[in-house]
Structures are given as C-alpha cells and as structure tokens.
C-alpha cells in the first residue's frame, strides 16, 4: 500500500475556470480518507486525478516517492500504469464477460499463471461473498452483487490505492449499511490506503480515518469525524454537516 | 370512433404495403426461377451484387468504426463539426456523389484522370469495380458511423476506464472492452450497409453501366424496360429473389445476432474521459481533413465545376459562367415540371405520412387492440425491401386499379405518389412513435377525467406535445422523396419527370455535353442541406445531421 500526496495541485479548465485549486493533502498509508461535499465541489476530479483520469494543470502528485503527475516537468504517468483500483458509481462491470472474466482481467494482463489467476479470484470472490457465481453474467446480478464485483476486481490487483466513487448510491438503504461495515472491514483486514468520494455525510463519518470537506474546488476542513464534528471550521462546513 | 379509424388503418396498410409485395412473391412458377439461375446474365448480376455489397460493407466498416471511436473518445479538436460534416453524406443522394465522380475521374476527359495522368502518370477510372464500390462506400459508410455513434454516445465510459486501472493501454481498452461493446452495432451498420448496397440503383447505373457491371438493380431494370412480356416475367422473378432475400437476411440477422441488443447504461450521464492524442493531434486532425475532403467536398467541386463550365472536359477556371444554370433552369420546359412535381410529390408523401403516423401510433402504443404489432412490423417492412422490388410489384398490382379495382394508376402522380408514402412512412413512423412513448399515459387520463372525447385528446393533448416530433417527421419523409430516383425510374412516364429521373436522363442521354445535370444536382444538393439545416436547428439539434 501507498502513501497520496498531492502538492498544491489544481485543475482549470479554461483561464479562470478551476474545478480544484491549492489542494494539498497527504494520505497515510493504510488510512481511509472520504472527500465529502455538495455536487460538482471538484471530489470526484480530485479522485479521478488520483487514478490518472483527469490530468492536473498545477502542482504535483506523488504517491509515496514516485510522482505520477507534475505538468511542470511534462510527467504523467498513464492510468494503467498506476496500479490503482477503483469501484465506480455506475459499477462498470463488463456486460459481455462473466463475474470471473470481470474480476480475472487486471491479473490476465499482468500475465500471471492461469492457476494463480484462478485461485487469486477465488479467494476475493470468497471475501466479498460471490463464491458460486463466477459464471454468471452481469444481467444475471441484483445491483449490489454487481457492486461486489467492481469491488473484487479492485482488489485483485493488489493496488497500491482503492479509490471508490460513491459507491452505495445506487443501493437501497438496508444494503448501504451492510456495505459500509464490508468496505470498512476489508480495507482494515488488508491494510488498504481508500479514498472515498461521497456526498453522504453519515457515510463519510461513520467509515473514514480523516474526512476532507470540500466547496467549490477549495478544501474546506481536514480532520477526524470527531474534529470536524465539534470544531467546524466556518459557515459552510457547520451548514453542511448539520 | 377510435375503433372505425383502426380498422380503416389496419385495411390500408394490408393493401399497400403488404398486399403488392406478397403478389410479386406469388406470381413468379417454380420454372421463372430456374431461369434466372441458368442466365448467365443473372448469374453475373447476382455474383456482381454479392461482390460489390460484401466489398462496400467491409470498406465501410473499416473507415466507420476507427472515425467514430476518433470522434467520441478522443480530445480531437473541432469534435462536433467534423462530426456534422462526416454525416452529412447520409442526406446526399448518392447518384449526384456518381455524376460528381464521372467529372472528376472518367477515363478520358476527368479532371482527376487528366491531372494525375499527366502528373504521375496513374489512370484514374471511375467506370470500374473499384469505382462502383469507392462510390458506393464514400455514402454508405454514414449508416456504420451513425449505428456505432449511436452506441458509443450512449455507453458508459466507465466501463472503458475500468479497464485503464486494470493496467490495459488505450489499444488493448479498445479490441477487449469497446470493440465487443460495439459488436451489435457493428453488425447493424454492416447488414444495413450491405442491403443499400445491394438495393442501391443510381450509382450502379451511372457507373457500373459504361463498366459492363450489372447489378440485379441494374438487371431488373433493362428487363423491365425491354417491355417484353419475357422481360417482365424475368424482372419480376429477380425480384422476388432479391425481395426474399432481404427480408430473411435482414430478420435472421435480428434473431441470430441480438442486433437489437445493446449494451449501455441508462438513466446516468456518462462523462467520457477524452484520450489525449497529444503529438499525433495535428497529423490526425490532417488525416481526417484530407477525408473529408475526398470523400465529400471534391465531388461536389466537381459538379459545381462542370455546372458552371460552358464546355465540358474542356476545364478552364476562367471560362466559368451562368449560362448552364440559366438555360437548364429557365429556359428547359421539363426542369420546371421536374422541380414542382418532385416538391408537390415530397410535400404530400410527408404530409400524409406524418398525419397517419400521428393516429396510428396512437393504435400502436395507447391502445391493446389485435393485431397492432403485426401493423407496426408492416409498416416499418417497406423501408428495407429494395426499391427497384417495391416499384415492381405496384406495377403489376396497380397498373390495373388498385388490384383491378377502379382506374390504371400507371404513369400517373399517384401512383408515384403511393410508393413513396409506402416507402418512406417508417422514418415517420419511428419518429412519433419513439415521442409517444416519451409521453406520460396520466396526461391523456387526466384530459379523459377532465371530458375529452378521443378526437379532443388527440388534438388538445397529444397534437401540441408532439409539434417537434411532427416537423421532424415531415421533413425526414420529404428530403429523401425530393430526389428519389430507384422507384420513380421504373415507375415514371411521359410528363411524369421528377428532379431524380430528370438528373438521371440528362446525364444518361440527352445532355452528356452541356453539363445540365451538374446544374440540378447541384440544386438537389443546395435543397437537402438547407432541409437539413432548417430541421437541426428548429429540433435544437435533436433531429437532423
């Protein structure tokens, strides 16, 4: 697992027009950090910058000593490079492969052994409870099922971060509180630095080792859930938790 | 009320455009067919068919999917002209594209032929097998971009970059993830592509004619022109060859294939994270210029050119002048006819379509009376069935009344006016009904509540709601009815010219030197891109290219 740090990094558009400015941060190794804020605050263009989707037009991103991205000095590591896991809103499971395709194909391009590849994907099929259903196909999946692949193929590679963009908000209620307790468990039994995008203030305290409320592209307040909780910073932060 | 207008409906769409089709089917014996399949002319015609299609198809497919992938994932500049400007041969003609091909590349006195001889000493000839299919595909090639843009517009970008972080470049994204993804869609373009090759007239007339390449179109016709009792018995088996053809491959396609099938996620705005193309931006943003202007731009020079030269093949920039526009214009008694005919024909064929698929679909989607589905797949069947067949069986079903009912229809507007309606009503009728279905079923309750009768709910509810789907309609039916050419061919006679047949005659016959064709296609091509333009930007962009 690995440290995130970002260096004064920004994102503009267009001259003027920044979807995150100054951000800077450092991740721990192992830490559950959320970015909690209102639609289009820049939580989800920070995360993406993390997995190398969007490509930062300040400031530096490192992840513990190897930077992945300094437009400074022209250097962007690609996303598949990175090692870098990620669980999307959408799911993104792969319609026309099976739940074992589906998980299989981040250790497929690594070239790894088929009997390693398949007892690999047996024991994470077996940590977020799929065992049995590797032959199924996605549209033979109830949505959280299908919310568990994308999480075994995130696991699978091992990576370096988990990044998980709001990830329950299409579960119904009941669901959302047993994943919450899942993903928790999971990414303190394997030790996972997680980044976690959401604008569910409940869900953000109730998992996260540190929360980064975030407004308008600016970072509002770092802190434990407790800090945050007693000691908002201004206005906005005591306004949107409450 | 409802129920009198159903029937009457269901009756019309059983005896125009079910009825012709079956009699064609059902007049050839078993023997008619054995002929064809010993005529070493047919023989040729129908190898000529396959070979031409399959080569356009797999030409289409390999210029479609690569420029539709370019134009939806891509940071390539100037995204969304180039986009219109690539689709914009869909709402051409493709017979004007082959006159525009004659000038230019025409063995002895092409514009094309003469320069690149002299320059490097290639020759250029557009009446050959290349030819036909490099014309054929710089059209066609629309309908595989439009069914993969359709796709790739719709499908959820995350499923792409899920493969990224899995540690897949962009190549290796693209053959496992969106290529599979675009598999129906691929299959979709490719049958679609082929069946218009296959169907096509214009452009096998024009250009496989002087090449002694005959298609069955092109087969069908000098047949039926041959005015012999044997001829027409000969056209009419090949057409029910090719008419039988189509249908299974285009229906087994569907059931074989999922074509209808199709992998995207709904009710989510995906944001496609753009591949950036970096150093190879320029050299593509080059590449695909240069396309476009080859496949596009250069033809129509080459009839604007030829319209404005006095002496054709003899090309000087300076000589350009008017005259040919104002001789074939106004001082050509039949241009006049041709031009008022063609809009009187495309005006009513629109008309009539769009208010019939206003209460038809209505039937279709609001009510569950029998047999409305077996009327919605009758309807939408004419569109595919070649047009050459479909003119050939309301020949022999309406030449003597309407199956021996009532006056001959033969050489007369109507009946030109009817094989258009039958032809063209599916693109009305995929329009409104996809708008009815966007309309909540409560408001149609609530005016009942309210005292609306039927006819009240229909004008007061569903008439004002569907205003942008009814001009979209209307115009989708009159473009393609303006410069139709493959029915009004067969179907046409004295007096009778359209702007289509009248093209074809002037190039065909009667003015190969005055350039008088060049002179109406242009105004084919002016008319489409202002309709075009006129519907994209009333609809804000919803309907049109």
Not at chain 2, 239 to 263: E, P, R
Request: with cysteine; net charge positive; aromatic share 12%.
């Amino acid at each position: 697992m690995s440290q995130v740090i970002f260096e004064n990094v920004g994102k503009e558009y267009v001259a003027g027009a920044w979807a995150v400015r100054n951000f800077s941060l450092h991740i721990h190794n192992a830490e559950f950090v959320s970015f909690l804020g209102p639609s289009g605050c820049g939580k989800t263009t920070t995360l993406r910058m993390i997995a190398g989707l969007e490509e930062n037009t300040h400031g530096i991103i490192r992840f513990d000593q190897d930077i992945v991205s300094d437009p400074e000095h022209n250097k962007f590591l690609n996303p598949e490079k990175r090692n870098v896991g990620m669980v999307f809103q959408s799911y993104a499971v792969w319609p026309h492969m099976n739940v074992f395709e589906n998980v299989a194909y981040p250790l497929k391009l690594k070239n790894i052994p088929k009997e390693k590849i398949k007892n690999d994907v047996a024991e994470i099929l077996k940590i977020v409870e799929l065992s049995g259903l590797e032959k199924r196909k996605p549209h033979e999946l109830s949505g959280g099922q299908q919310q568990r692949v994308a999480l075994a193929r995130g696991l699978v590679m091992r990576p370096r971060i988990l990044l998980l963009d709001e990830p329950l908000s299409n579960l119904d209620a009941k669901l959302r509180e047993k994943m919450r307790k899942d993903i928790r468990k999971i990414q303190q039994d394997f030790k996972l630095t997680m980044v976690y995008v959401t604008h569910d203030q409940t869900e953000a305290f109730q998992m996260s080792d540190r929360v980064v409320v975030m407004n308008k592209g600016n970072m509002e307040q770092v802190g434990t859930p407790d800090e945050i909780q007693r000691h908002p910073v201004n206005e906005f932060v005591r306004d949107f938790i409450s | 009320m409802k129920k009198i207008s159903y029937i009457f409906g269901f009756i019309l769409i059983l005896v125009f455009f079910i009825a012709p089709q079956l009699h064609l089917f059902f007049i050839p014996k078993f023997s008619d067919f054995t002929v064809i399949f010993v005529n070493e002319n047919t023989i040729k015609a129908i190898q000529n068919t396959l070979a031409i299609s399959l080569s356009v198809s797999w030409f289409c497919l390999f210029l479609a999917v690569p420029l539709a992938w370019l134009l939806t994932r891509t940071d390539l500049p100037n995204k969304i002209n180039f986009r219109s400007w690539f689709c914009l041969p869909y709402t051409i003609p493709p017979f004007v594209g082959a006159i525009g091909w004659i000038i230019l590349a025409n063995p002895t006195s092409g514009i094309l032929s003469l320069w690149l001889n002299q320059a490097l000493g290639i020759k250029l000839n557009i009446y050959s097998f290349g030819g036909l299919v490099w014309v054929e595909t710089s059209f066609l090639f629309t309908f595989m971009l439009l069914s993969t843009l359709a796709v790739l517009d719709k499908m959820d970008s995350s499923l792409e970059e899920a493969a990224r972080l899995s540690g897949a470049g962009p190549a290796r994204v693209f053959t496992d993830i969106t290529l599979p993804l675009l598999k129906p869609a691929i299959i979709k373009g490719f049958i679609l592509s082929f069946l218009a090759t296959a169907s096509s007239f214009g452009v096998p007339a024009l250009i496989g004619g002087p090449a002694r390449l005959y298609m069955l179109t092109t087969q069908i016709y000098s047949f039926q022109r041959a005015g012999t009792s044997n001829g027409l018995q000969m056209a009419i088996a090949i057409s029910a060859v090719l008419g039988i053809t189509t249908l299974v491959l285009l229906y087994s396609s569907q059931l074989f294939w999922g074509v209808s099938k199709n992998y995207t996620v709904a009710g989510k705005t995906p944001r496609p994270s753009l591949l950036p193309l970096k150093k190879y931006k320029y050299p593509v943003v080059f590449v695909l210029s240069l396309l476009l202007f080859v496949i596009f731009i250069l033809p129509l020079l080459g009839i604007l050119l030829s319209a404005l030269s006095p002496v054709q093949g003899s090309w000087s920039l300076s000589q350009l002048n008017l005259n040919n526009f104002i001789r074939v214009l106004f001082q050509t008694e039949e241009t006049l006819r041709a031009i008022l005919q063609s809009f009187e024909l495309a005006f009513g064929a629109a008309l009539f379509c769009t208010l019939f698929s206003f209460i038809f679909n209505y039937f279709i989607y609001r009510t569950k009376f029998v047999g409305r589905t077996f009327a919605a797949v009758a309807i939408s069947l004419p569109f595919s069935t070649p047009g050459t067949v479909l003119a050939l069986a309301f020949i022999i079903s309406f030449s003597q009344g309407i199956f021996g009912v009532g006056p001959s229809l033969y050489s007369t507007l109507w009946l030109l006016a009817i094989a258009y309606i039958v032809k063209y009503c599916s693109l009305s009728f995929k329009v409104l009904g996809d708008a009815y279905q966007q309309i909540h079923p409560t408001l149609e309750e609530a005016a009942k509540i309210s005292g609306a009768n039927w006819r009240q709910v229909m004008t007061t509810i569903y008439w004002p709601l569907l205003k942008p789907a009814l001009m979209a309609s209307g115009f989708l039916v009159f473009m393609p009815v303006l410069s139709e050419l493959t029915m009004t061919i067969l179907l046409t006679g004295p007096g009778l010219e359209t702007i289509g047949t009248l093209i074809f005659q002037l190039q065909e016959y009667s003015d190969m030197g005055g350039g008088g064709a060049s002179v109406l296609s242009c105004v084919v091509v002016f008319f489409v891109l202002i309709l075009n333009f006129a519907l994209k930007t009333f609809s804000k962009g919803r309907y049109g290219l």
